[in-house]
């Protein structure tokens, strides 16, 4: 399995000039590409193929007046541009075509220099390295300090340099796992789970044990309407304007790092405990376009199921997740008597049936893990025969993961 490092880089002053250099010609080398295509397409005729447009966009572009700047960064940085636009390309076919899983790509556009990310990528072609006291050296653009919060377990095989909206830089090394040191991080248990995931609480599980919302984006609001507000009166194409964007970016960059790190280490410890996990599908565009929407995008749900996905398939955990229209908050767990819709503010009832008095969302965690065949009988076997590990798919930046198998 391959994931991705990141750390902070604090680059100098000539630094921050090479990287806003290298940033600028691989965007025109990509904006190029994707011109190249389109007059192609206008005029009826085949797609040219990728050695051409690196013949002719980068080599003999170089030897012209108006684009011979190129030369002032790694043409390792241009390669990979190209190669970004290949692969734009192939996801907006394969899309919908069905061969691509998630959510329907569109074609590529032009970039901007305004656009709120930058970013390049050096390959081991590049010869980019990490000196003796830690700094990344990269070509044409010098040795980087590196805030290093971890150890890079195995050799990096690549290194994309990232801006941020906030203006913080950032290296983010691709690396391959190692499956005996994942192994031996966190050996097998016999401990399942089902998590019902909310709003009142972000999870509820189905020991018992609630884990509290930390609402992020709400207890930053009012810090954030002020900063938006201060941006609102400054104006347009001014210096000052651009320093309050700044600041808005990076409150908003710090509400979004703060639940990131949340759900790492909720996922982490979920993963670590148990050997089998059940999780609930849930429909979040849909509740997204609800009156709770603000609620909805602060908790998060998509990305932490995201990252049960990935640390369940390297550590050789199983996540199941039970369909969105199970009726888990409407049958009862001890007897399983359906009693049917309730209010979003009953947060308890009894059961008709048998009179067992549940608590809402810890009645909802049961059932996702009985629907997820977790459950066990009062001898101790599985309700359902074995369980059926997550699939082991390569982590990235593109698409979806995809739906694992039901258990």
């Not at 796992?177 to 019902?196: E, K, V, Y």
């Not at 992020?216 to 651009?242: H, I, P, T």
């Not at 710090?254 to 609930?280: M, Y």
């Not at 398939?313 to 009693?339: E, H, I, M, N, W």
């Amino acid at each position: 399995m391959q994931l991705r490092y990141s750390f902070r880089l604090y680059p100098d002053s000539g630094q921050r000039a090479a990287l806003a250099r290298a940033f600028g010609c691989a965007r025109v080398v990509f904006n190029d590409a994707v011109r190249a295509r389109e007059d192609a397409r206008r005029a009826g005729e085949a797609f040219p193929a990728a050695g051409e447009l690196s013949k002719k966009l980068i080599t003999e572009a170089k030897q012209t007046a108006s684009r011979a700047w190129l030369g002032e960064v790694s043409s390792v940085v241009l390669q990979q541009a190209l190669r970004d636009v290949e692969a734009a390309y192939k996801n907006f076919f394969a899309s919908p075509k069905g061969q691509r899983q998630g959510a329907k790509m569109g074609a590529p556009r032009f970039k901007s220099r305004k656009d709120n990310r930058q970013s390049i990528r050096f390959t081991a072609n590049a010869r980019w390295s990490i000196t003796d006291n830690g700094r990344l050296n990269l070509p044409k653009i010098g040795a980087v300090k590196v805030k290093w919060s971890r150890t890079l377990p195995t050799q990096p095989s690549s290194v994309t340099v990232i801006k941020d909206a906030a203006g913080r830089y950032f290296a983010s090394f691709v690396i391959d796992t190692n499956p005996a040191t994942d192994a031996t991080r966190m050996p097998d248990t016999d401990q399942t789970i089902g998590i019902d995931l909310g709003l009142t609480h972000f999870a509820v599980l189905s020991d018992g044990t609630k884990i509290d919302s930390p609402r992020f984006l709400r207890r930053a609001e009012k810090k954030l309407k002020k900063a938006q507000r201060e941006l609102s009166r400054k104006q347009k194409g001014s210096k000052n304007r651009e320093k309050a964007r700044l600041k808005v970016s990076r409150a908003h960059a710090k509400v979004t790092d703060a639940r990131k790190e949340f759900h790492h280490q909720l996922s982490t410890k979920l993963i670590r405990d148990n050997q089998a996990i059940g999780v609930e599908d849930l429909a979040v565009k849909g509740l997204a376009r609800t009156r709770l929407a603000k609620s909805v995008h602060d908790a998060g749900w998509s990305a932490f199921v995201t990252m049960l996905e990935y640390k369940a398939a390297r550590y050789g955990r199983t996540l199941v997740k039970t369909g969105r229209f199970t009726p888990t908050s409407q049958t009862c767990s001890a007897c399983g008597a359906k009693d049917g819709p309730k209010p979003l503010h009953v947060r308890s009832w009894t059961c008709t049936a048998c009179g067992t008095l549940h608590d809402r969302d810890h009645n909802a965690a049961i059932n996702v893990k009985t629907a997820a065949g977790l459950a066990v009988t009062a001898c101790g076997a599985q309700v359902r025969p074995g369980l059926v590990p997550a699939q082991r798919e390569e982590t990235g930046s593109h698409g979806s993961p995809p739906e694992p198998r039901a258990a």
